[in-house]
């Protein structure tokens, strides 16, 4: 990550104080903004600047130069119309990236209007890690790709166990790309004792046998991989 960054978070609830400190604890810059007092002494610490102002007053945003930001996070939750004004602030001041916080689709849909290009649902996301996680325990989401592609994380299915790379055809049967394997090795330490540890494999090579405890890391269309899981539960 570019640690000479700055970037502007403005409302520190639970969101905008996880972005704010993540930020800050990678190297960036951030000037952390929240019109409660009581918000700013809780992060000052944590961060570059953090100022008490509301962020619906285009001039106490600009009075802080929040036009020079790389970024900016519109993190406002309850209050929209205070979310929307302070958004709105924001793309007057021509800052080059406003990412805003939507908590359902009719605010997206109006955020979208104002020309809001990148838009974040916490409630959603959070919801549906947890659905996924419900309905396949061994299944985790690490990224989503345009068109419908993703990569992640899968417990090696039962009918795979102890077999190869090359025996089990990923890409010939099902269209995925294996990318690595997450394996739990037995590692003793210097005092005896035997501990528990993770590592990748590297890349992966046709003779390379599946083990149970593995975890595939694997790239392909959501339906396939979806496929790949139900077909060899
Ligand atoms: P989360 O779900 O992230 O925990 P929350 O539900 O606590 O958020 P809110 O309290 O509605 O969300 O908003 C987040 C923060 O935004 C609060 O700390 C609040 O003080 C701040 N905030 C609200 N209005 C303004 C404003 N006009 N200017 C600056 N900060 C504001």
Redesign the pocket.
């Known amino acids: 990550m570019n640690g000479n960054g700055i970037f502007a978070v ?7 104080t996880s972005i704010a400190k993540t930020l800050a604890d990678h190297g960036a810059e951030v000037i952390a ?4 007092l009581n ?1 700013i002494e809780q992060i000052k610490e944590d961060v570059a600047y953090a100022v008490a ?4 007053d285009i001039k106490a945003l600009s009075a802080q130069d929040i036009q020079q930001v790389d970024a900016a996070v519109i ?5 929209f119309e ?1 979310l929307l004004l ?1 958004t709105a602030h924001v793309l007057d001041l021509k800052v080059k990236r406003v990412i805003a916080r939507a908590a359902n689709l009719q605010q997206r849909m109006i955020l979208e209007k104002i020309g809001v290009k990148e838009i974040l649902s ?1 409630e959603e996301t959070v919801g549906k890690t947890v659905a996924e996680t419900l309905l396949q325990p061994g299944l985790r989401s690490y990224f989503e790709l345009p068109d419908d592609y993703e990569i992640v994380e899968i417990r090696t299915p039962k009918r795979l166990v102890n077999q190869t790379v090359r025996d089990i055809g990923l890409r010939e049967s099902y269209d995925i790309n294996l990318i690595t394997i997450k394996r739990t090795f037995k590692e003793e330490k210097k005092n005896g004792e035997t501990v528990q540890a993770q590592h990748v494999i590297g890349v992966p090579r046709p003779e390379t046998v599946l083990y149970e405890s593995d975890m595939l890391i694997v790239m392909g269309k959501s339906q396939d991989i979806n496929k790949f899981v139900e077909c060899n539960e």
Do not use: H
């Open positions: 403005i409302g520190l609830g639970r969101f905008g903004i929240d019109n409660d918000k102002l509301d962020a619906t993190a406002i939750g309850e209050d205070a302070a916490p």
